[in-house]
Structure formats: structure tokens, C-alpha cells
């Protein structure tokens, strides 16, 4: 499935999106788009799945609490600093 979308993107994008055209790496102005945005799309999951696990996480710590017992407070910090 192909969308059209409108979107704003730096000038030194365009440049980028114009030299691969210019240079015959890429067809067109919407393929050389295509190329920067697929060869983006691994590092994009990465911080969406990254993301999600910390969600999670942060989900389950206020459902069932902190799974550590005894840990240093900020006072107990400030005590140590101040040695």
C-alpha cells in the first residue's frame, strides 16, 4: 500500500534528496525519499521496541512496585557525599 503524504524537511535534507537524484541513485525525488527513510526504518524499530520495554516496565513497577527492597535514599546519598 502506498500513502501520499505532505511533509516539511530541512534544507540540507532536500540537498541530500537532490544530489541522489542528480548523482542516478535514485529515479525521482519521491524514490530518493524511499531510499532515506527505508534505510532509516531499522534504527526507528530499534528506539520503538526499546521504547515499548520501558513502558512496560514502568507499567509494571506501579502495579506491583520497585522489585528492590532496601535501597539507599537520597538522604542516604547526601550522607555519603558529604564524607
Known sequence: MVRTVTLKVRDEVDALIE?????????????????????GLPKIRELIERRKKVLELVERFLEKGLPYTNLPTHEDVEEGRAR
Not at 548523482?23 to 524514490?31: D, P, Q, T, Y
Request: net charge positive.
Open 19 to 39: 544530489e541522489l537524484v542528480r548523482l542516478g541513485i535514485a529515479r525521482s525525488k519521491n524514490h530518493a525519499y524511499n531510499m532515506v527513510i527505508e534505510a
